[in-house]
């Protein structure tokens, strides 16, 4: 099974406010190889932040769980336009400075949101052994291959023992 990164791998970093777009060069590429389905293996640390309404160092919102549920739509009804599924995703949404409550919390509206996506086999992990460059969602999904556009990304294939595709930063 070939596992993916989610932003900038998948989808473009778009700030609040603005229109996912879908990074059809990778989704092109796959339907090339004829790869009927992927998992998609996420951190989403930034999510425990935006549930208390944070701001990044840019000044812009961290994204919340209802923004993270509808960006994980956009990507698998632009993957069904090439002929591919995502039946497993995996999302960490720990992250080092969260508070443990407000990780929890957005761990409950992730999990709300992901319960109402018909045939998906989902995890939400709300620790630092999930958090990539750990290894324990790709494990889970079997992954064979990584796709990701971080050296996050490319140690946590590495450690998995699976060959890591770089794919530019997209967005």
Not at 7 to 20: E, Q
Not at 32 to 52: D, E, H, K, S
Not at 84 to 91: A, F, G, M, N, T
Not at 122 to 130: D, F, K, M
Request: proline fraction near 7%; charged fraction near 20%; hydrophobic fraction near 45%.
């Amino acid at each position: 099974m070939i596992a993916l990164d989610l932003d900038g791998t998948l989808l473009d970093y778009s700030p609040a406010g603005h229109a996912t777009r879908a990074n059809h060069a990778v989704l092109r590429d796959l339907a090339a190889r004829r790869v009927p389905a992927v998992a998609i293996c996420t951190n989403q640390g930034g999510l425990p932040f935006g549930v208390l309404g944070k701001l990044r160092k840019d000044g812009q919102p961290y994204p919340t769980p209802a923004q993270f549920v509808a960006r994980l739509s956009v990507i698998r009804l632009a993957m069904e336009d090439y002929g591919i599924v995502s039946p497993q995703v995996r999302v960490s949404l720990y992250h080092p400075y969260a508070d443990p409550a407000a990780i929890d919390a957005a761990a409950r509206q992730v999990r709300s949101g992901l319960d109402v996506m018909a045939g998906l086999n989902w995890t939400v992990y709300t620790t630092a052994a999930a958090r990539k460059p750990g290894t324990l969602m790709l494990r889970s999904v079997c992954a064979t291959e990584y796709w990701g556009d971080s050296d996050e990304d490319a140690q946590a294939a590495q450690a998995a023992g699976i060959p890591f595709v770089r794919v530019p930063r997209f967005g």
